[in-house]
Nanobody, 117 residues
Framework: QVQLVESGGGLVEPGGSLRLACTASRVSFRLGLYIMHWYRQVPGKNREFVGSISTIPSGNSENYSDSVRGRFRISRNNELNTVYLQMNSLKPEDTAVYYC??????WGQGIQVTVAS
């Protein structure tokens, strides 16, 4: 069973930046063929959609929630089979566990992002 693996989380001060990465546990599972999503979740709340990027054949169009639009950016490196979430101008309310998803049943284990002074 293929899994997605997130990396790059951690602690950052308000106004700072982080870049999360999402790769597949199996190289043959090509992320470029999937609409890749990022979600986030804080304890006691539902998982929240952050953004998505369409497949490479569809042109890699991006979609973002209102809460992150203009600050976050999703991109791909097809050679590395990796999807990124670049997070800029981070706010304390961005603190959450972030997950990548292939638009279907496959999720990462989640990675903590904490924005605090």
């Amino acid at each position: 069973q293929v899994q997605l693996v997130e990396s790059g989380g951690g602690l950052v001060e308000p106004g700072g930046s982080l870049r999360l990465a999402c790769t597949a546990s199996r190289v043959s599972f090509r992320l470029g063929l999937y609409i890749m999503h990022w979600y986030r979740q804080v304890p006691g709340k539902n998982r929240e959609f952050v953004g998505s990027i369409s497949t490479i054949p569809s042109g890699n169009s991006e979609n973002y929630s209102d809460s992150v639009r203009g600050r976050f950016r999703i991109s791909r490196n097809n050679e590395l089979n990796t999807v990124y979430l670049q997070m800029n101008s981070l706010k304390p309310e961005d603190t959450a566990v972030y997950y990548c998803n292939n638009g279907d049943q496959i999720w990462g284990q989640g990675i903590q992002v904490t924005v605090a002074s």
